[in-house]
């Protein structure tokens, strides 16, 4: 019976990538038929690229399917664009949802492959597209100045307690000091290096500049905005924006009962996500408003 659809699961780890080959037939029928694990370098890689093709229809096309997983998927998913493998990458609470739809009971690297594979088979997925260079260092900046922010708040929170016990050590308060000015050298750094980059581009300055330009926006969180979203490539329509932003209202009708969910929802999404996102802005950041 001829394959509709083709479709390898690939569940990534950090030192291997466990991977299930699918086929939904011409009766719509699901097919998972291949397994195998590949270690997560490039000569695994090439091995996998090479067992795929011999075991699928050369006349179809092969869709890999995979979670973010951290960083550890990336390396892979260069490969396959390197190569000109159609791919797509799922956010993994989508793929949590869906196993909770399937009668597994056991979760193992390999019944997620399988899962993935399934999902790709019944769904229609976007192509995924390598990050712009430009983004992407910008992505890698801003999210280093963010772990620098949170440790100098700890630094400095830790330097507080010390500073007000009865008889604080003055070498412990002089190395915190120390760390602090530290941290403030590398986060000026950090800024220079981001000012640098969009100095560089006068389309990304102008994206920059007209993004800054909404009250309550900063320049840095406008590079921020635009590295997260790859410039926006990553946003369809202004509802996704906003579910992406923690603004949507999830609401729950049965019956006589209505249930609105804001303020736990945006709550959750404040942790998840940056810049944070707060109630009567459209866009706050905890830093300066300029980046110099």
């Given at each position: 019976?001829?394959?509709l659809k083709?479709?390898?699961?690939?569940?990534?780890?950090?030192?291997e990538?466990?991977?299930?080959?699918?086929?939904?037939?011409?009766?719509?029928?699901?097919?998972?038929?291949?397994?195998?694990?590949?270690?997560?370098?490039?000569?695994?890689?090439?091995?996998?690229?090479?067992?795929?093709?011999?075991?699928?229809?050369s006349d179809?096309?092969?869709?890999?399917?995979?979670?973010?997983?951290?960083?550890y998927?990336q390396k892979?998913?260069?490969?396959?664009?390197?190569n000109?493998?159609?791919?797509?990458?799922?956010?993994?609470?989508?793929?949590?949802?869906?196993?909770?739809?399937?009668e597994?009971k056991?979760?193992?690297?390999?019944?997620c492959?399988?899962?993935?594979?399934?999902?790709g088979?019944?769904?229609?997925?976007?192509?995924?597209?390598?990050?712009?260079?430009?983004?992407?260092?910008?992505?890698?900046?801003?999210?280093e100045?963010?772990?620098?922010?949170l440790?100098?708040?700890?630094?400095?929170?830790?330097?507080?307690?010390e500073?007000q016990?009865?008889?604080?050590?003055e070498?412990?308060?002089?190395?915190?000091?120390?760390?602090?000015?530290?941290?403030?050298?590398?986060?000026?750094?950090?800024?220079?290096?981001?000012?640098q980059?969009v100095?560089?581009h006068a389309?990304?300055?102008?994206?920059v500049?007209?993004?800054?330009?909404?009250?309550?926006?900063?320049?840095?969180?406008?590079?921020?905005?635009?590295?997260?979203?790859?410039?926006?490539?990553l946003?369809?329509?202004k509802?996704?924006?906003?579910?992406?932003?923690g603004?949507?209202?999830?609401?729950?009708?049965?019956?006589?009962?209505?249930?609105?969910?804001?303020?736990?929802?945006?709550?959750?999404?404040?942790?998840?996500?940056?810049?944070?996102?707060?109630?009567?802005?459209?866009?706050?950041f905890?830093?300066?408003?300029?980046?110099?």
């Amino acid at each position: 019976m001829r394959a509709l659809k083709q479709v390898l699961g690939v569940d990534v780890a950090q030192k291997e990538l466990v991977v299930t080959l699918g086929r939904l037939l011409e009766d719509l029928s699901i097919e998972l038929y291949g397994h195998k694990v590949f270690r997560n370098t490039e000569k695994g890689f090439s091995s996998l690229l090479a067992w795929t093709k011999k075991f699928t229809d050369s006349d179809s096309e092969v869709r890999f399917v995979m979670e973010a997983t951290g960083v550890y998927h990336q390396k892979f998913a260069y490969f396959l664009d390197d190569n000109r493998c159609a791919l797509s990458i799922i956010l993994p609470n989508k793929i949590s949802n869906y196993i909770r739809t399937l009668e597994v009971k056991t979760i193992t690297d390999k019944s997620c492959s399988e899962a993935i594979a399934r999902f790709g088979l019944e769904r229609k997925l976007d192509n995924w597209t390598r990050p712009k260079k430009t983004y992407r260092s910008l992505q890698q900046l801003t999210r280093e100045r963010d772990q620098v922010v949170l440790e100098r708040s700890a630094v400095k929170n830790q330097l507080h307690a010390e500073s007000q016990e009865a008889e604080p050590h003055e070498r412990s308060l002089e190395r915190l000091n120390e760390r602090i000015r530290f941290l403030n050298k590398q986060e000026k750094e950090i800024k220079g290096d981001i000012e640098q980059i969009v100095n560089k581009h006068a389309e990304l300055k102008k994206e920059v500049e007209i993004i800054s330009s909404i009250p309550g926006v900063g320049e840095l969180t406008a590079v921020i905005i635009l590295a997260e979203t790859n410039g926006f490539d990553l946003i369809r329509n202004k509802k996704q924006l906003t579910s992406y932003a923690g603004f949507d209202v999830k609401e729950k009708h049965g019956g006589a009962r209505a249930i609105r969910n804001f303020g736990k929802k945006q709550a959750e999404d404040i942790k998840k996500r940056k810049p944070k996102f707060k109630k009567g802005n459209v866009f706050a950041f905890n830093g300066s408003r300029k980046m110099g």
